[in-house]
């Protein structure tokens, strides 16, 4: 195993010397022995950071998000994780099959068979560039993918065969433990033409951690893809992460993503609906307490006709917490017929609570439907009196008026068992006291 490198974050601009660890990934991954587009992409990421530093509040697209949480925290680079069975969470679902990586490694001694029908390869068994794994677009624009790329050590692609429905879904469970790793792992999810699966992406670890996680996924004409992730990480840990679904003909993909234990994320959604007749969707609930601060940055990008997208935010933000919504719908020329809808709302429970929201329509044909809308809002004081004259007490009417507020966006999800893990995660929270969220 290389020697562990050790990095501080600051949110200000990288001097050349403090970003030396970036500039050569080989120092401490040379000995790993990658296919040379990995070695090549490593090093291209590490020279864009070294060029940039992280994004500070004067960049475009980071005018609302802090990364402060990320200067007092030292993370480790190739952390050991010893995690054994015992050590990882129940599987989401009972009949689920099940991926396992502990700090960004693959292992397959804590995974279940995966069925006919899908196959697993890892990273560093892709000789041959992968374009959806290789191409990541401008390096320059988006640092965190940069460390991405300077940083991958492991990774996989997912690739469910064509014509198959897999009836039961599938965990991808990525854990952190140790002594506070930091991870940068790289996943590709490949539906064939006419597939079908559920995937349950899980983020979990108890203690300090950093995920920069890159996720792609494509589907193929006329499958149905169903990715719902759940970041179930403690108040400790950052979670940052790029998701680019890219959709073919016919096909239908439905995305959401709860958030409640992090100190600190930015989650960035890329929907492109490359051909015609495509449904892409994806939604989310947060729950923020204390300092925490999460940002949901999203864009649907429409190609071509007859193509629907859909991005449905709900989040709930206590005491001194922060969220953040930039959600924008851009539809090409040749994209009529486009049907486009946006919303984000928030309930702020403290005066000190803020949201922060950022709507776009960006629209070049002239036969579409496209709208947005975004609101942000104390609790319904009527409501609350409503409740409290029927002999519910003040706290629990709250917590009814709050629950019932966020599960709206599960209404959508097509599956009951997963829609149940979020409702869940809902009701957890309501019942967790401020002292458990991030100080």
């Given at each position: 195993m290389a020697q562990a490198a050790v990095h501080s974050f600051k949110t200000e601009t990288l001097q050349r010397e403090e970003a030396m660890p970036w500039l050569a990934p080989?120092?401490?991954l040379g000995g790993d022995n990658a296919p040379a587009w990995i070695a090549a992409l490593r090093e291209t990421g590490a020279a864009s950071f070294a060029a940039t530093g992280l994004p500070t509040p004067a960049w475009e697209g980071w005018q609302y998000t802090n990364l402060r949480p990320l200067t007092p925290d030292v993370f480790t680079f190739?952390?050991?994780?010893?995690?054994a069975a015992q050590d990882l969470p129940a599987p989401l679902l009972k009949d689920s099959h099940r991926i396992v990586l502990v700090n960004g490694r693959l292992r397959p001694d804590l995974g279940t068979p995966l069925p006919d029908g899908v196959k697993l390869t890892p990273l560093m068994e892709i000789s041959e560039p992968e374009e959806e794994l290789a191409t990541v677009g401008s390096l320059a624009q988006s640092p965190l993918l940069a460390l991405n790329c300077a940083y991958m050590r492991d990774g996989f692609v997912l690739d469910i065969a064509p014509h198959r429905d897999i009836t039961r879904p599938i965990e991808i469970l990525f854990m952190t433990a140790g002594n506070s790793p930091a991870v940068y792992p790289r996943v590709l999810y490949r539906f064939g033409?006419?597939?079908?699966?559920?995937?349950?992406?899980?983020?979990?670890g108890a203690g300090a951690a950093l995920t920069n996680l890159y996720a792609g996924l494509v589907l193929k004409a006329a499958?149905?893809?169903?990715?719902?992730?759940?970041?179930d990480e403690n108040g400790d840990a950052v979670h940052v992460s790029r998701t680019v679904v890219r959709s073919h003909k016919s096909s239908?993909?439905?995305?959401?993503?709860?958030v409640s234990g992090v100190a600190a994320g930015r989650q960035e959604f890329g929907l492109e609906l490359l051909d015609s007749g495509i449904s892409s969707s994806i939604g989310g609930v947060y729950m923020l307490k204390g300092r925490q601060s999460h940002d949901f940055t999203i864009l649907a990008d429409h190609f071509e006709k007859d193509g629907t997208s859909v991005q449905h935010f709900k989040g709930v933000i206590d005491d001194q917490a922060r969220a953040v919504f930039q959600g924008k719908i851009h539809v090409r020329r040749p994209a009529q017929k486009t049907d486009g809808y946006q919303s984000h709302h928030a309930l702020l429970l403290s005066d000190q609570a803020e949201a922060s929201a950022k709507p776009e329509l960006e629209i070049y044909a002239d036969d579409v439907k496209c709208s947005h809308g975004a609101t942000a809002g104390m609790l319904d004081t009527d409501g609350l009196f409503y409740l409290q004259s029927r002999g519910i007490p003040v706290a629990e009417a709250k917590a009814l008026l709050v629950h019932s507020f966020l599960s709206e966006t599960l209404e959508k999800i097509t599956r009951d068992d997963v829609r149940a893990l979020y409702a869940a995660r809902i009701a957890a929270w309501l019942n967790a006291p401020v002292e458990e969220a991030a100080a």
């Open positions: 080989a120092a401490v190739d952390a050991a994780g010893d995690v033409e006419n597939s079908g699966a559920t995937l349950l992406e899980r983020h979990a499958a149905r893809g169903r990715y719902y992730r759940f970041i239908d993909f439905q995305g959401f993503s709860s």
